[in-house]
Each structure stands twice: as structure tokens, then as C-alpha cells.
């Protein structure tokens, strides 16, 4: 893909720290020298009480036509009988892979320096295909759908995922035709070592020695509470980026959630979403720009003086956005 060339990007700046951590990024993307055409839609709450939709159709419509959306955290509303926003979208475009890649940046005091991790999370089945039912008062049957297809799909994203980026070790965690399907895969890529660990055990494993895994390809649900556990090893929610990736679609958008508690108050930490914009800069071989974000980013980082609250600061989004403007020069 060409340096000039304009993207189109579907915009969601979510609710909660949605809008003011969407705003960062826009405003450092817009600097890097790339171009962008923003198509920008509300979703959830925001969109039910203008469209009377939680998606608007128009939303979906953007997507289907650029394939490419960045997004911020959108609450599903609860009670109201509706699968959540996100879990929604990443069914309707099959964005079967989430990636999160974990590591330090510069500056931060973690209990573990020197963490590089990548998390492939499936992100279509399991206990999130939505089929719940109450069978009788009291009792609720809840189902987790494995199929032989999504294990195989998600195996090979994160075979291929290993090859292309000079990753040695895949650790599958999880059970059943899930490991099957991986095991079968990982025949095909004898340069990639494979192990297998038990989901409960990994826990354990990765508080006492995140340094032994390097990716870790996971079932829907384990993928969601290991993410936050690795993001703990790093920094934290402010911190960890995601991929969303299909076979020609994708969403970029960070591994926390809306934040209600610090909403609107100009105090949360843009850098999940910075950091799942590189991944998107990346993915439209937009290097140069992405390498600048990077470097500039690790430059705040390492000299501490912008940086949340979140992570031992003082400064608000927007002093800290104005820092990675001014040290990307
Ligand atoms: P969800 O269930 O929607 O995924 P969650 O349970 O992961 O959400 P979050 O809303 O992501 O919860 O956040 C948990 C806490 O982490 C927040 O209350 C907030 O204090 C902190 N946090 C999350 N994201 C950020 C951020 N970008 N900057 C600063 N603090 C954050």
C-alpha cells in the first residue's frame, strides 16, 4: 500500500474514556503524515437514543464498505436483552482473531521488565455465542460451542502469526477438540516448538514467570481473562492494545473497557488505543508512521514527566497527548 494514500477508517469513538482516548489518537494519527478519512458513528447507548439501534445500520454499512474501523470501549447496556456491542461486531464481520501483543514500554516501574508476549485469543465461539436459556426457575443452562473449523482457523492465525513475526513457541491453553485442532495444525509449522498448558496452571505460571511463554493461543474466554492478567504484568488496563482480525476486515481497538469511574474527568490513559492504532498503521503498511508513534511514545514513556495517573503520573489525557505530539516532532 502506498505512503499517499488516504484510508478510510470507521470511527467509533465508544462511551465511558471512549471519546476522550479516540480523540488522542485521532489527533496523534493525524500528525504522523499518513492520511485518513474518518467516517465517525456512535454505538450503544449514544446510538440507541439517536437511532433507536445500538448499531445503526449505517455503522455496519461503513464497515462492510472500508473493512478497516478503529474503535473505543462501548458499554452494553444491561438488562436490556441485547448481546454485547462488541462481541456483536466482531461476529458479524467473522473478526475471528484477537491479537495482543504485551510489553513494557520504557520508564515504568512493573514487577516484570523485559515481558513480550502475544495473546491469540479465538474470538467468535465458546461461551460467547450468546445461547443461554433458563430450564426451569433457578436454573440457567449456559453453552460453550467449539467447533472444528474455528479451533483450526485460529490454530493456523497463530501458526502463521509465529512464522511471519520470528516467533519460536506457541503454548495452546485449553481443552478438548480445541487442542486437537491445534495439535494438527502445529504439524504443519515444525519450526514453531508447540506445547500445551493447562489454563488454571498458566495463571499460576505467568505471575510467577511470564518470561517462559512467548504466544499463547487461547479459547474465547480464557483469551478474555489472560489478557487482563498479562496487561497486569506490564502496566495495566491503560496499557494493552488488540487486533481484531478477519479474513479481510478488521476492528483495532484497546483491551479495556469504557472506565465509567474516570469518564470525562480528562484523566485516562490513551495508550491502549495509541497502541492498537501502531497495530492498525501496521497492518496498512504504514511503517513509517507507526514506527514514529512507537518511537515517540517510548520517548514520553522514558522520560516520565506526561505521563496518567494510572500508571504513576499526574498528567491528564490531554497533557499527555500534547507530549507525543511534541516528541514526534
Ligand atoms: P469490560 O468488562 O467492559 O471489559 P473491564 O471490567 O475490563 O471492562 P474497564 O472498564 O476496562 O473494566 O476498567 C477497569 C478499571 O481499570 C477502570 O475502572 C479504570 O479505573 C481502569 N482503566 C481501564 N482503562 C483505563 C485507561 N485507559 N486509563 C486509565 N485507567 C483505566
Known amino acids: ?44 447507548a449514544e446510538a440507541f437514543e439517536i ?32 448481546k454485547s456491542i462488541n462481541v456483536t461486531l466482531r461476529k458479524k464481520f467473522d473478526l475471528f482473531a484477537n491479537l495482543r501483543p504485551i510489553r513494557n514500554l520504557p520508564g515504568l516501574d512493573t514487577k516484570y521488565p523485559g515481558v513480550d508476549l502475544v495473546i491469540v485469543r479465538e474470538n467468535t465461539e465458546g461461551e460467547y455465542v450468546g445461547l443461554e436459556h433458563e430450564v426451569v426457575p433457578g436454573v440457567v443452562e449456559s453453552i460453550k460451542v467449539i467447533t472444528e473449523k474455528g479451533s483450526t482457523r485460529i490454530a493456523r492465525f497463530a501458526f502463521e502469526y509465529a512464522r511471519k513475526h520470528g516467533r519460536k ?15 494438527q495444525v502445529a504439524e504443519e509449522f515444525p519450526e514453531v516448538t508447540y506445547g500445551e498448558h493447562l489454563i488454571d496452571n498458566t495463571c499460576m505460571q505467568l505471575v510467577m514467570n511470564p518470561f517462559q511463554y512467548d504466544t499463547l493461543l487461547l479459547e ?13 504484568l506490564v502496566g495495566g488496563l491503560g496499557l494493552a492494545p488488540g487486533a481484531n482480525l478477519g479474513v479481510n476486515c478488521a476492528i483495532f ?24 492504532a501502531i497495530l492498525m498503521l501496521r497492518y496498512l503498511d504504514e511503517t513509517a508512521a507507526a514506527d514514529k508513534v512507537q518511537k515517540a511514545l517510548e520517548t514520553v514513556y522514558g522520560e516520565r ?17 500534547e507530549a507525543v505530539l511534541a516528541a514526534m516532532g
Open 1 to 44: 500500500m502506498s505512503e499517499s494514500k488516504t484510508h478510510k477508517v470507521t470511527l467509533i469513538p465508544g462511551d465511558g474514556i471512549g471519546p476522550e482516548v479516540t480523540q488522542s489518537v485521532v489527533r496523534i494519527l493525524e500528525a504522523t503524515g499518513a492520511k485518513f478519512e474518518w467516517e465517525r458513528f456512535a454505538a450503544g
Open 51 to 82: 437511532h433507536g439501534e445500538y448499531i445503526p445500520a449505517a455503522l455496519y454499512e461503513s464497515i462492510e464498505r472500508n473493512r478497516l474501523a478503529l474503535k473505543g470501549p462501548v458499554t452494553t447496556p444491561i438488562g436490556g436483552g441485547f
Open 169 to 183: 513457541k506457541i503454548m495452546k491453553l485449553s481443552d478438548g477438540l480445541f487442542l486437537r485442532c491445534a495439535r
Open 220 to 232: 474465547n474466554l480464557y483469551g478474555d481473562i489472560v489478557s487482563d492478567l498479562c496487561a497486569g
Open 253 to 276: 481497538e484497546a483491551v479495556h473497557g469504557s472506565a465509567p469511574d474516570i469518564a470525562g474527568k480528562d484523566v485516562a490513559n490513551p495508550t491502549a488505543l495509541l497502541q492498537s
Open 305 to 321: 514527566r506526561s505521563l496518567t495517573r494510572d500508571v504513576g503520573g499526574t498528567a491528564g489525557t490531554t497533557q499527555f497527548t
